[in-house]
């Protein structure tokens, strides 16, 4: 069954520690986004990508980086986590064309940063 | 660019009666109006859409309407149960905008027994 996979669900590090957070998809899709959402339920872009070796900013700011070396996979990487980023992150995918069928989320990792 | 406003942020309905969320939105250019559905410790999905060219579309109890003179569009709930307690984003997709979705921020909806 296609779908879209992210890992962990749940995550308490320390500050100052590197995390990398998963996210794979099995449906093809060349356009993939990471969102930030925090307790009041608004999701927030921080990432997206069209493809491999593909990837930009979205419209909140954030210190995390992405990378997009093969289409299915598309992680999310803090170098030195702090309690800031503690956060709900949602992973997403969609295909082309435009507009296609709107997005496929994860399920999320919640992130604490302690 | 793209704006969407969605209301009421927090909404409770007695089990069995309709639910009705709004959305508007700025850019007379959006053509495609998606509406996720998020459960409690899950991802949002996709429960229903709609496109410009559509007026209403339903599927069992849940509806979408969509104005686009007014640039409004819905999501109706009828019969409530339980299980539709969630929060509820509505969309909307502009064209030739990259095809990012623009979300509302959300309506909780609590379903009260």
């Known amino acids: 069954e296609a779908d879209i996979y992210q890992t962990p669900r749940y995550l308490v590090i320390g500050t100052g520690k590197k995390i990398t957070l998963e996210c794979s998809q099995t449906?093809?899709?060349?356009?993939m986004y990471w969102y930030q959402q925090d307790p009041g339920m608004e999701l927030h872009l921080i990432h997206y990508?069209?493809?491999?070796?593909?990837?930009e900013k979205g419209d909140l700011s954030s210190e995390s980086t992405v990378s997009r070396i093969r289409t299915e996979h598309f992680p999310l990487t803090l170098e030195s986590a702090r309690p800031s980023h503690t956060s709900q992150y949602l992973c997403?995918?969609?295909?082309?064309?435009?507009?296609?069928?709107?997005?496929?989320f994860g399920s999320g990792t919640r992130l604490t940063v302690v | 660019g793209e704006n969407v406003e969605q209301h009421p942020s927090t909404l409770s309905v007695q089990e069995g009666d309709s639910a009705v969320i709004k959305c508007t939105y700025s850019?007379?250019?959006?053509?495609?109006f998606p509406w996720y559905k998020q459960e409690l410790g899950k991802g949002p999905q996709l429960i229903i859409d709609?496109?410009?060219?559509?007026g209403e579309k339903k599927d069992q109890r849940i509806a979408v309407t969509l104005n686009k003179t007014a640039k409004h569009f819905s999501l109706h709930i009828t019969e409530t149960q339980p299980e539709d307690s969630a929060v509820y984003f509505c969309?909307?997709?502009?064209?030739?905008?990259?095809?990012?979705?623009?979300f509302g921020k959300g309506t909780r909806l609590h379903i009260l027994p």
């Open positions: 997403a995918s969609s295909e082309d064309p435009p507009g296609g069928n709107g997005y496929t």
């Open positions: 709609i496109r410009s060219n559509v």
């Open positions: 449906m093809g899709h060349d356009k």
């Open positions: 990508s069209y493809g491999v070796n593909s990837t």
């Open positions: 850019d007379s250019a959006s053509n495609y």
């Open positions: 969309a909307a997709i502009p064209l030739n905008r990259d095809d990012k979705i623009i």
